[in-house]
């Protein structure tokens, strides 16, 4: 979950359904939404704010981010009768990291990779690994970030999940850290970087852990955002078939002064990383955010279709409601933005901050961390509990329909994930609500 002073707040208006590609309004089809496991905010832990995996016996995995302990890494294992039991695999301290804010992978070993906030050795966060072993599972810490504006600038705070290559290779971003010169006065300094060690705000990263054997890894830092070229990243990252990476940016570029910020100016954009011939990689930005129509803020991550277009989601800012976007690449090498969905009122959910999940008709998913997803109603619902929606592909545009609406009670709160889909079924999380107010697990099915 991002930092509140980046979530859109409240704000009191016409409730407003606008579809900028011929969009429809369409009435929620029959879902079913069950609580699955309730957080109670002690050994357990509290406020899980990451998209679940699954392995292929159907259990579940996911982290949360507080509670009694500093987050934790939990499994939820399907009972006969509909029942899910939970397990608290690891449970961290601070030494061995604190807060994580990310969801895991699963390599084809079956070990789950993550990362936290903070803790570690330096407090600037740490990647960690969950082996399974006869009777639990092996926790160890494969880096700890170090960053102090002096002599490491390797990154701090990783809030997004990782990626996986073929050849074992860990990818991943960071809020801060890097060489980049942020400052923290609403604006980017291009060209008047602070002397080492007088800006804590940097830009953040892009990095890479490659296994050296024997458990070991090795960290390095394929991308620093300098401010203008993007700023905090905070998704996950996707290859192409060739092996580049894209990904986001929530804040940094050159939109203008609409998203003033406060680390790093700028609405955000989509960049790719292209690996070179030495080693090294080259990024460029794809698109940038202007908090217009286009939305801004897109702390989700991206996805690719089959023919090679990238769907993402934006947040929001400046009580905007955040919004549903595609960019199509053009034979001359630019790429085309089209917003499939803008929000623009809380009634009908906004802050769309996890990833979108594509199912193989080309149906979008997505969840809204606020709003109370009633295209059509009359008056919006101010500060709404979230909503789970559906984005379909129609001849005359996109039809969207939402699938729930939270805050019925102890339905949970704040979706800020994405989604899992199995089978016809979908999982997700959300940060608070449920009986206990520590968040849930919840399913949706037909």
């Known amino acids: 979950m991002m930092p509140k002073s980046y979530s859109p707040q409240p704000f009191s208006s016409a409730a407003v359904c606008l579809f900028l590609v011929v969009l429809s309004c369409a ?10 496991y309730n957080f109670q905010g002690t050994g357990d832990g509290g406020h899980p704010a990451s998209q679940l995996v699954a392995d292929k ?36 301290t601070g030494p061995d990291g604190s807060g994580p804010a990310a969801g895991l992978i699963m390599d084809g070993k079956g070990n789950l990779f993550g990362t936290t906030l903070g ?4 407090d600037d966060g740490v990647v960690f690994e969950l082996q399974p072993v006869s009777g639990g599972w092996d926790f160890s810490v494969i880096y700890n970030f170090h960053y102090d504006g002096l002599n490491n600038f390797d990154g701090s705070l ?49 990095f890479q852990l490659s296994p050296r054997g024997n458990g070991a890894w090795s960290e390095r830092v394929i991308h620093s955002f300098q401010g203008t070229d993007g700023g905090w990243p905070a998704a996950s990252l996707i290859f192409d078939k060739a ?3 894209y990904g986001t ?45 286009d939305g801004a803020e897109p702390f989700g991550g991206l996805r690719f279709d089959t023919l090679g277009d990238l769907y993402g989601s934006t947040q929001g800012a400046l009580q905007q409601g955040g919004s549903i976007f595609e960019l199509s690449p053009t034979s001359g090498g630019t790429w085309t933005e089209t917003t499939l969905l803008s929000l623009q009122s809380e009634a009908a959910g906004y802050g769309a901050v996890g990833n979108l999940l594509m199912d193989s008709a080309g149906n979008l998913y997505g969840t809204t961390e606020f709003g109370a997803g009633s295209a059509g109603s009359s008056a919006p619902k101010p500060a709404g509990a979230g909503t789970v929606f559906k984005l379909s592909p129609a001849q005359s545009g996109w039809t969207a329909t939402w699938l729930h609406s939270f805050g019925s009670g102890s339905d949970g709160s704040a979706p800020a994930a994405g989604l899992l889909r199995r089978g016809t079924t979908l999982y997700g999380t959300t940060y608070s609500g449920g009986t206990a107010g520590n968040g849930t697990v919840f399913k949706l099915a037909p």
């Open 119 to 122: 803790g570690g050795n330096y």
């Open 249 to 293: 940016t929530g804040l940094g570029g050159t939109g203008g002064s609409s998203c003033p910020g406060v680390e790093v100016s700028g609405c955000g954009v989509v960049f790719e990383l292209v690996r070179n011939g030495n080693g090294n990689w080259t990024e460029s930005v794809l698109y940038t955010f202007l908090n217009g129509n």
């Open 57 to 92: 016996a159907g259990n579940l995995y996911g982290t949360t981010s507080g509670g009694q302990a500093m987050g934790t890494v939990f499994e939820l294992t399907p009972l006969t009768g509909g029942q899910w039991v939970e397990t608290t695999l690891h449970a961290f």
């Open 243 to 245: 092996g580049n990476l």
């Open 158 to 206: 990783p809030a997004a999940p990782l990626s996986l290559d073929s050849k074992g290779n860990l990818y991943g971003t960071t809020l801060q850290g890097g060489t980049g010169q942020c400052n923290a006065a609403n604006a980017v300094r291009q060209g008047v970087a602070p002397p080492k060690g007088q800006s804590y705000y940097s830009c953040g990263t892009v």
């Open 27 to 36: 009435a929620a089809s029959a879902q079913v939404e069950s609580v699955i």
